[in-house]
């Protein structure tokens, strides 16, 4: 049982490129969120899906997308990659069927844009 | 909207040690409580959580007890390790929320012996 993986570990882009960052969960897990981790500024939510081949918005949505095309799997896309989108990306799943909803979280992405 | 407020950091301690990190929320329903750690190079794991008034969560001899009157969350500890040294974060979650959590900024302890 692997828990959250995700692919790569570690990004360097240059302005203006595009990259896709993969999760892949084997829990089952109805819901997934990718967040974004920057000193200081805690977790912040990028988007999240509420099941396969549904997304949403989070709090700081903008310069990226989503997609859920398999329940287990959530990808997390840049376009035109930005310096500002330098930081360390995390994933999470979650289920309904747990009683308090608890998140489980990979290891993170860390991702630096020149 | 929901939010959470962690004493800020970094904090600082010998082994042995109390440890106190205090969280404290707001909510716009009735949320559940976490406190995760993230130890260097890793991805957070859940440490303890409450899910109702009065309950106290523990585990690996940390506690919190959810305090509605005081919408508190505080992560204690009797006697800390160099171990422990990691960064801890305090969150809610409200049941209509799709699952979504809130999260505070973080608060860095490093434990020295």
């Known amino acids: 049982n692997a828990g959250v993986t995700q692919t790569p570990k570690f990004r360097v882009l240059k302005t203006g490129q595009s990259m896709t960052l993969l999760c892949a969960q084997d829990?089952?897990?109805?819901?997934m969120y990718w967040y974004r981790q920057d000193p200081g500024m805690g977790l912040r939510l990028i988007h999240y899906s509420v099941g396969e081949g549904t997304t949403a918005k989070g709090e700081v949505p903008d310069g990226y997308n989503v997609s859920r095309l398999k329940k287990q799997n959530f990808l997390l896309g840049l376009e035109s990659a930005a310096p500002s989108q330098t930081s360390v990306y995390f994933c999470?799943?979650?289920?309904?069927?747990?009683?308090?909803?608890?998140?489980?979280f990979g290891p993170g992405t860390r991702l630096t844009v020149t | 909207g929901d939010s959470v407020t962690q004493m800020e950091g970094p904090v600082t301690l010998s082994e042995e040690a109390c440890l106190t990190i205090n969280c404290t929320y707001t909510a716009t329903g009735y949320p559940s409580l976490f406190w995760y750690v993230q130890y260097p190079g890793e991805g957070l794991q859940l440490l303890l959580k409450?899910?109702?008034?009065?309950d106290k969560g523990s585990n690996k001899g940390f506690e919190a007890t959810y305090r509605k009157e005081t919408t508190s969350f505080h992560l204690e500890k009797g006697s800390v390790q160099v171990s422990d040294s990691a960064v801890y974060f305090c969150?809610?979650?409200?049941?209509?929320?799709?699952?979504?959590?809130?999260f505070g900024d973080g608060t860095t302890l490093t434990v020295k012996p």
């Open positions: 999470a799943s979650s289920s309904p069927g747990q009683t308090s909803y608890e998140q489980y």
């Open positions: 409450a899910t109702k008034a009065d």
């Open positions: 829990m089952n897990h109805e819901y």
């Open positions: 969150a809610l979650r409200v049941n209509t929320n799709a699952g979504k959590s809130t």
